[in-house]
T-cell receptor, first 112, second 113 residues
Framework: DSGVTQTPKHLITATGQRVTLRCSPR?????VYWYQQSLDQGLQFLIQ???????AKGNILERFSAQQFPDLHSELNLSSLELGDSALYFC???????????FGSGTRLTVV | KNQVEQSPQSLIILEGKNCTLQ??????????LRWYKQDTGRGPVSLTI?????NTKSNRRYTATLDADTKQSSLHITASQLSDSASYIC????????????FGRGTSLIVHP
């Protein structure tokens, strides 16, 4: 157990639907990062939050949004889902950006 | 543009053999370089983190080297085991401007008995 908790582990949904992925960071970590990993692709950075505020944004689609709550857990919202959104979505946390990240076990999203 | 290139893309070796994975980067200014191991369908797990002043760092059978002048890093795996079969990802962070780390695409290592 890495200390970073992601739920659900698996999610199957239809095109056009909306889903919410949840991440609880490791205790004491203020930063949360979201990554997308499509089949046989590298990790693509989506967005980072630090202590409740958005700090950096990567290749995140406008259909996707995220937030970090006062208790530091984070949610990634994916809407108007397309087949191409099927991927593993990882959350990672860290004390700050200069320290190593701890990754969760991921949420496998399948859009059918 | 910050980039991280890893080679080889994939590698197959026999159990007990050694291997070396390469990482070249253009990230500047440099802050740190990390190697992660990712088992299929699992989250990446950190192996090492190296800063500018560190040349070599070991973690059990994994030894990472860093040459900040040539902007190259290597990960050497000694006496490979079947459980070493995974993707190895090089990640480089910059100390200026963007907080976004740059990920390599990874080297897929398969260890055969």
């Amino acid at each position: 157990d890495s200390g970073v908790t992601q739920t659900p582990k698996h999610l199957i949904t239809a095109t056009g639907q909306r889903v919410t992925l949840r991440c609880s960071p490791r205790s004491g970590d203020l930063s949360v990062y979201w990554y997308q990993q499509s089949l046989d692709q590298g990790l693509q950075f989506l967005i980072q939050y630090y202590n409740g505020e958005e700090r950096a944004k990567g290749n995140i689609l406008e259909r996707f949004s995220a937030q970090q709550f006062p208790d530091l857990h984070s949610e990634l919202n994916l809407s108007s889902l397309e087949l191409g959104d099927s991927a593993l979505y990882f959350c990672a946390s860290s004390v700050d950006s200069n320290y190593g990240y701890t990754f969760g076990s991921g949420t496998r999203l399948t859009v059918v | 543009k910050n980039q991280v290139e890893q080679s080889p893309q994939s590698l197959i070796i026999l159990e007990g053999k050694n291997c070396t994975l390469q990482c070249n980067y253009t990230v500047s200014p440099f802050s740190n370089l990390r190697w992660y191991k990712q088992d299929t369908g699992r989250g990446p797990v950190s192996l090492t983190i190296m800063t500018f002043s560190e040349n070599t760092k070991s973690n059990r059978r994994y030894t990472a080297t860093l040459d900040a002048d040539t902007k190259q890093s290597s990960l050497h795996i000694t006496a490979s085991q079947l459980s070493d079969s995974a993707s190895y990802i090089c990640v480089v962070s910059s100390s200026g401007g963007s907080y976004i780390p740059t990920f390599g695409r990874g080297t897929s290592l398969i260890v055969h008995p």
